[in-house]
């Protein structure tokens, strides 16, 4: 799971978002939301998004915030 939380965040790093079906794919994680809480636990400033898909449900969308 760090070795997840670690590449979460070096993707959020290069200026990319990330939703829970990219980081499925991209990095076999099933817990999108678990690793974002780990990094807010350690201070990590992103942001959450909702956006809607094709089929009007919506998703949370992640991606890291410049301070």
Known sequence: MENQTKMIK???????????IEALNMFQCFRLAARMHDLKESGYPFMK??????????IAQYTKVNL
């Open 49 to 58: 998004e909702m956006v809607k898909l094709d089929n009007g449900r919506a």
């Open 10 to 20: 070096a993707h959020l790093d290069k200026g990319e978002s990330i939703t829970a």
